[in-house]
């Protein structure tokens, strides 16, 4: 549910928010235009016609027992709780129960199941576990490269991560000695081959890989294109083998992911994340409340703040340099710091989603435009020296020219930069904001 879905759900939120009056016919306008929002995200139309019939009834009998509450927001807040009962209710977690934890991944080929086991496998480095990682999937040896060359890429910033392959011998052979070798990690990622609920020899298969591995938790990798088809697929695997939970992948690019999220609620499945992109990073815990809150433009700061504190503790922050913020003292250097930590949080586009009010207010043109602003800025800021990117105030005409030649910058944006580096500079001098970096550094010392 991303791009136009987001901003439809936006639209009818604004729209129930600027009416001064909502009767019975404005009512059924709103549930229509969500019926019209869910059915084109794929959503079962059993599921859709529930939920409209609850919304209605709550509104209406909800309404004439309460006092002193805007039938507007009753609404919002109905149709709040009513997506997120339909969308999974809870937030659920993958508990490490013992060591080695083996996680069998299962799902269609294509639907981005080696992508999702080497990101979860950098989520679990990332905090703190050691992980290994190996593939069943003798039907494309290309697969098995593909997950070498992502755990390879991953380790140049995680070093808890192991990968291992054998050639030459049978799955149960492989599994056996290849658990052997893990047997020291907290947490066994084990990939397999994509498969179809209508593939008999590869659902036997897959019912051997199971019986053998006996894998403390299986997930089953959902690709969001999939829609309402999606219920039909986890129902068919879960005959075969167990389903603990769910991983819906390319959330980034299908309208169909509200089908997908659905359908595999309806199954009875727990959905853990999301795959929201192609990076190893593009992975989000799923979050049901805070998901529709994003969704329907009501703001996200705890997905924000947990976003800030994952990169908090991946970066070791230098406390000299945010005393120098709460004395007013900014320099360039700290600038680009900021620049890299936008783009490790995933862009302004992703921080923006997660602010109240902000997610609607720019087009993804306009911040497209403004992170290729702040690229060109980065791009200026490292050619200049070491003198001029703490003290900017020295730089002018000649030295304006250098940098430009160097970066291959427009002057008029490095001096659009100095202004806007001014600015930052008298903000930080200002009472309020010397609180607001003191209370930074407070925070940084209790990581």
Do not use: C
């Not at 936006?10 to 306008?29: T, V």
């Not at 959902?222 to 991983?247: C, E, F, P, W």
């Not at 430009?404 to 309020?432: A, F, P, T």
Request: aromatic share 6%.
């Amino acid at each position: 549910m991303i791009g136009m879905l987001d901003k439809r759900f936006k639209e009818l939120i604004d729209k129930i928010r600027s009416k001064s009056y909502i009767d019975k016919k404005s009512l059924d306008e709103i549930i229509k235009e969500l019926q019209r929002i869910l059915l084109s995200a794929d959503v079962n139309v059993k599921v859709v016609f529930e939920i409209s019939k609850r919304i209605k009834e709550r509104v209406l009998n909800e309404y004439s027992q309460s006092r002193g509450v805007q039938l507007k927001d009753l609404v919002i807040k109905i149709l709040y709780e009513e997506l997120v009962k339909i969308l999974g209710e809870e937030k659920r977690d993958i508990i490490i129960a013992k060591k080695p934890f083996v996680i069998l991944f299962i799902g269609l080929e294509g639907s981005g199941k080696t992508t999702s086991v080497a990101k979860l496998a950098k989520y679990f480095a990332e905090n703190g576990l050691r992980v290994g990682v190996f593939s069943l999937d003798i039907h494309r040896p290309a697969a098995i490269e593909q997950l070498e060359q992502l755990v390879n890429r991953i380790q140049a910033d995680v070093e808890k991560i192991k990968f291992i392959n054998i050639e030459g011998t049978s799955l149960n052979e492989k599994i056996r000695t290849i658990l052997d070798i893990l047997k020291d990690r907290d947490v066994i990622l084990v990939d397999t081959a994509g498969r179809h609920k209508n593939e008999e020899s590869l659902l036997k298969e897959l019912e051997n890989i199971y019986k053998y591995l006996t894998p403390d938790f299986t997930i089953l990798v959902i690709d969001a294109y999939m829609g309402q088809k999606a219920y039909d697929h986890t129902l068919a695997l879960k005959s075969r083998v167990n389903i603990d939970g769910i991983i819906v992948s390319k959330m980034d690019g299908s309208s169909k992911g509200g089908g997908a999220i659905s359908a595999s609620v309806a199954s009875g499945a727990k959905i853990l994340f999301l795959g929201v992109g192609e990076k190893v990073d593009d992975l989000e815990p799923y979050d049901p409340k805070s998901f529709v809150s994003r969704l329907l433009g009501l703001g996200d700061l705890d997905g924000l703040l947990t976003r800030v504190e994952r990169l908090l503790k991946r970066e070791v922050y230098d406390e000299k340099k945010l005393r120098e913020l709460a004395k007013g003292r900014l320099t360039l250097v700290d600038v680009v710091t900021q620049f890299e930590n936008i783009e490790k949080m995933g862009g302004l586009y992703k921080i923006l989603s997660y602010l109240p009010g902000f997610s609607g207010k720019f087009r993804k043109e306009e911040i497209d435009e403004m992170e290729t602003v702040i690229r060109k800025w980065k791009a200026a800021i490292n050619s200049m020296t070491i003198e001029e990117k703490i003290n900017p105030s020295i730089i002018k005409g000649s030295r304006i020219t250098r940098i430009s030649r160097g970066s291959g910058v427009d002057e008029r944006l490095i001096k659009n930069l100095i202004k806007q580096y001014k600015i930052m500079q008298k903000l930080m001098k200002d009472r309020k904001h010397k609180r607001m970096f003191k209370e930074m550094l407070k925070s940084t010392r209790q990581l």
